[in-house]
Nanobody
Framework: VQLQASGGGLVQAGGSLRLSCAASGGTFSRYSMGWFRQAPGKEREFVATTTRSVGSIFYADSVKGRFTISRDNAKNTVYLQMSSLKPEDTAAYYC??????????????????WGKGTLVTVSS
């Protein structure tokens, strides 16, 4: 499975961005999809995940109420709509896929496939 993330950029605090991640090479609907982020000097951290059936969605506490994850199985794409962005949201954002993932937040060690990061910079 190949994952291609896009949509990062520079935005002012309080602004919005939408990240996209297009998947290829597998049966998209059989994968839980998620987003992680990694700021300079910090470990990669979980942001959000949506399970195969979209019946279960999980968010990190730090983004609840501001970020929304969604998926379009017909387009093999997962999205992350980010609003009310803060400087502390600055990081490289990574798309992730887990085959037949459970109804639970993803962990970095549990990810089967990673996309390349897309950089989000939030200025104050």
């Amino acid at each position: 499975v190949q994952l291609q993330a896009s949509g990062g950029g520079l935005v002012q605090a309080g602004g919005s961005l939408r990240l996209s991640c297009a998947a290829s090479g597998g049966t998209f609907s059989r994968y839980s999809m998620g987003w992680f982020r990694q700021a300079p000097g910090k470990e990669r951290e979980f942001v959000a995940t949506t399970t195969r059936s979209v019946g279960s969605i999980f968010y990190a506490d730090s983004v609840k109420g501001r970020f929304t994850i969604s998926r379009d199985n017909a387009k093999n794409t997962v999205y992350l709509q980010m609003s009310s962005l803060k400087p502390e949201d600055t990081a490289a954002y990574y798309c992730a896929a887990k085959f037949m993932g459970p109804a639970a937040p993803m962990t970095p060690l549990g990810v089967d496939y990673w996309g390349k990061g897309t950089l989000v910079t939030v200025s104050s």
